[in-house]
């Protein structure tokens, strides 16, 4: 998503929460583009152990087949419409015509949260940061996020506030409904369902959006995420 690009550029424990550890972490917060940057950790913090995939998973093969994979997708037509109550919209198509782009205001401090919790997360993932919230101007919260890292890539698990919107580059064959707990959600897996490129996981709430967004992570383990969030003010 344009926005998230220009905006950030930027223990194992029985129940896992937004505080990811017993201790807090020294807390980086240096003015970064634009003046503002997320709170993130001098150094990343460990939340689970082991790994995802398993240690002779062939990730290099997997890679090769996805990077072709993902030139073939280029070559196809972004899928846009409304699944599951979420508005699917071309980000590429939003360059050229912003006004399909969701609409939101602009943060302009960022502040630690504990809105979120998560009772499920991927082996070996680490916390990039403590979980925060975006604040515009007037004083409304734009968006609660936390971004987490893996051996093998990243994610972030973020909540916006307004439209249930998702700007996204999938063609039609990797979009579909399911149902997680109570909830109709649109998953857009990655090129390849072994967990190589970008794929998300997203659903409509009453006040906005809560998305698993995630690169080089396989289809279930974001869907698992999903289905383990508590979000206190979705």
Aim: proline share 6%; net charge negative; glycine share 12%.
């Amino acid at each position: 998503m344009r926005y998230f690009t220009a905006l950030f550029l930027l223990t194992a424990v029985a129940v896992l929460s937004a505080c990811g550890g017993s201790s807090a972490p020294a807390v980086t917060r240096s003015p970064g583009q634009g003046g503002i940057t997320p709170p993130m950790y001098d150094e990343p913090v460990l939340l689970t152990e082991g790994d995802y995939l398993p240690p002779d998973f062939p990730f290099d093969e997997i890679a090769d087949q996805g990077q072709a994979l993902a030139y073939a997708d280029a070559q196809k037509p972004t899928l846009e419409g409304i699944i599951a109550g979420v508005r699917l919209y071309s980000v590429a198509r939003s360059f050229e015509d912003p006004s399909i782009e969701k609409k939101r205001c602009v943060v302009e401090e960022f502040r630690e949260a504990k809105d979120l919790e998560f009772t499920y997360l991927p082996g070996g993932t680490y916390a990039n940061g403590p979980q925060y919230a975006g604040i515009c101007a007037g004083g409304e919260v734009a968006l609660i996020m936390r971004e987490f890292s893996t051996k093998h890539g990243s994610f972030d698990i973020v909540f916006e506030y307004g439209e249930a919107a998702l700007g996204h580059d999938s063609p039609a064959e990797r979009v579909k409904e399911v149902t997680i707990g109570d909830h109709d959600a649109v998953v857009i897996s990655p090129v390849m369902e072994e967990g190589f490129g970008r794929g998300w996981v997203s659903y409509a709430t009453a006040n906005g959006i809560l998305t698993m967004d995630g690169r080089n992570l396989p289809t279930d383990e974001l869907v698992k995420m999903a289905g383990g969030v508590q979000c206190s003010v979705c």
